[in-house]
Protein backbone atom coordinates (compact mmCIF):
# COMPACT_ATOMS: atom_id res chain seq x y z
CA UNK A 1 0.00 0.00 0.00
CA UNK A 2 1.58 3.54 -0.68
CA UNK A 3 1.78 6.23 1.16
CA UNK A 4 -0.82 8.25 -0.93
CA UNK A 5 -3.38 5.01 -0.21
CA UNK A 6 -2.81 5.35 3.08
CA UNK A 7 -3.61 9.01 3.16
CA UNK A 8 -6.78 8.37 1.26
CA UNK A 9 -7.87 5.63 3.58
CA UNK A 10 -7.27 8.07 6.57
CA UNK A 11 -8.91 11.09 5.57
CA UNK A 12 -12.12 8.57 5.22
CA UNK A 13 -14.80 9.47 8.36
CA UNK A 14 -15.58 5.81 8.15
CA UNK A 15 -12.52 4.60 8.96
CA UNK A 16 -11.16 7.78 10.82
CA UNK A 17 -13.45 7.90 13.30
CA UNK A 18 -13.33 4.36 15.06
CA UNK A 19 -9.67 5.05 14.70
CA UNK A 20 -9.29 8.16 16.77
CA UNK A 21 -12.15 6.02 19.31
CA UNK A 22 -10.03 3.20 19.83
CA UNK A 23 -6.85 5.40 19.97
CA UNK A 24 -8.17 7.15 22.79
CA UNK A 25 -9.64 4.39 24.44
CA UNK A 26 -6.01 3.04 24.81
CA UNK A 27 -4.42 6.13 25.95
CA UNK A 28 -6.93 6.35 28.42
CA UNK A 29 -6.07 2.42 29.85
CA UNK A 30 -2.40 3.54 29.64
CA UNK A 31 -2.67 6.39 31.53
CA UNK A 32 -5.01 4.68 33.99
CA UNK A 33 -2.56 1.64 34.26
CA UNK A 34 0.80 3.76 35.05
CA UNK A 35 -1.56 5.97 37.35
CA UNK A 36 -2.14 2.70 38.90
CA UNK A 37 1.50 1.31 39.08
CA UNK A 38 2.51 5.08 40.51
CA UNK A 39 -0.25 4.82 43.41
CA UNK A 40 1.07 1.20 44.49
CA UNK A 41 4.66 1.88 44.64
CA UNK A 42 3.69 5.23 46.36
CA UNK A 43 1.59 3.15 48.87
CA UNK A 44 4.38 0.31 48.85
CA UNK A 45 7.37 2.90 49.79
CA UNK A 46 5.27 4.52 52.16
CA UNK A 47 4.50 1.22 54.24
CA UNK A 48 8.38 0.50 54.21
CA UNK A 49 9.29 3.46 55.86
CA UNK A 50 6.50 2.97 58.53
CA UNK A 51 7.81 -0.32 58.72
CA UNK A 52 11.41 1.10 59.43
CA UNK A 53 10.53 3.76 62.16
CA UNK A 54 8.71 1.47 63.73
CA UNK A 55 11.94 -0.72 63.67
CA UNK A 56 14.06 1.88 65.37
CA UNK A 57 11.67 2.41 67.90
CA UNK A 58 10.56 6.45 66.81
CA UNK A 59 6.93 4.87 66.54
CA UNK A 60 5.25 2.47 68.50
CA UNK A 61 3.23 -0.52 66.26
CA UNK A 62 0.34 0.99 67.36
CA UNK A 63 0.87 4.11 66.23
CA UNK A 64 2.41 2.51 62.46
CA UNK A 65 -0.77 0.04 62.29
CA UNK A 66 -3.11 3.75 62.67
CA UNK A 67 -1.29 5.83 60.07
CA UNK A 68 -1.04 1.96 57.66
CA UNK A 69 -5.46 2.30 58.02
CA UNK A 70 -5.57 6.14 57.28
CA UNK A 71 -4.70 5.60 53.85
CA UNK A 72 -7.11 2.49 52.89
CA UNK A 73 -10.42 3.05 50.63
CA UNK A 74 -13.05 2.11 51.82
CA UNK A 75 -15.30 0.60 49.23
Known amino acids: MQINSIGDVLQNRDVLTPILIFL ?3 LVVLIRSAAGV ?3 I ?3 RTRREIAAFIAEGAMSPEQGEKLMKAGE ?3
Open 38 to 40: ISS
Open 73 to 75: KHT
Open 24 to 26: GIV
Open 42 to 44: ARE
